[in-house]
């Protein structure tokens, strides 16, 4: 049985209008999209910080003599030592400064890592006549722009007979902004 030329002709053109309307998805930009396009924002508010003025500050304790770390629990006279910040951009906001060295022979001390031995250092914080242990912290709050942390740093020896040498400890400071 013969089919008409006229059917023969419309089978084919279904064929190809099939196969395009399949691969039609596959030209189309929006063919697997989820939706409309969006816009994502990000990014981060911070608190700029301050100056520390000066970046380094070295402390002398000056040239201190055997004879007077015999005893135990001996130590040297306080000297003063005042860390200050500036150009803050926000007044009233506390900034904590956290004290970090090697640990010393009495827990809470500063390492000493001259070559005298038996010997820490301490540090004590001015504006209550307490020790800042190492890893912790003094807050202070921003006042006119400006921070300053009242300190004082001596040589301490916990068990005495301390031996002759160099005295030398360095303590980072951290400043975190609360």
């Given at each position: 049985?013969s089919?008409?030329?006229?059917f023969?002709t419309?089978?084919?053109?279904k064929?190809?209008?099939s ?7 596959f ?7 989820s ?11 911070v608190?700029?910080?301050c100056e520390?003025?000066p970046?380094n500050?070295n ?7 055997t004879g007077?770390?015999i005893?135990k ?13 500036d150009?803050?951009?926000i ?11 090697e640990q010393?022979i009495?827990?809470g001390?500063?390492?000493n ?10 540090i ?5 006549d307490?020790?800042?242990?190492n890893?912790?912290?003094?807050e ?8 300053d ?7 301490y020896s916990?068990?005495?007979n ?5 005295i ?10 609360l």
């Open positions: 049985m089919v008409p030329k006229q023969l419309l089978n084919i053109y064929k190809k209008y196969l395009i309307l399949l691969l039609l998805p030209f189309s930009n929006t063919a697997f999209s939706g409309p396009p969006k816009i994502t924002v990000y990014g981060k508010v608190i700029l910080p520390s003025v970046v500050e402390i002398d304790v000056g040239t201190l003599k007077d770390f005893n629990d001996s130590v040297s006279p306080w000297k003063k030592l005042t860390l200050h910040l150009r803050c951009p007044n009233n906001f506390i900034v904590r400064a956290t004290f970090n060295s010393g009495k827990a001390d500063f390492k890592t001259g070559t005298a031995n038996n010997l820490d250092i301490q004590k914080n001015d504006d209550n307490q020790l800042v242990n890893g912790s912290y003094v202070k709050k921003v006042i006119n722009n400006s921070v942390y009242s300190l004082s740093v001596r040589a916990p068990s005495g301390i031996t002759k040498g160099s030398q400890s360095s303590i980072t400071v951290t400043y975190q902004y």
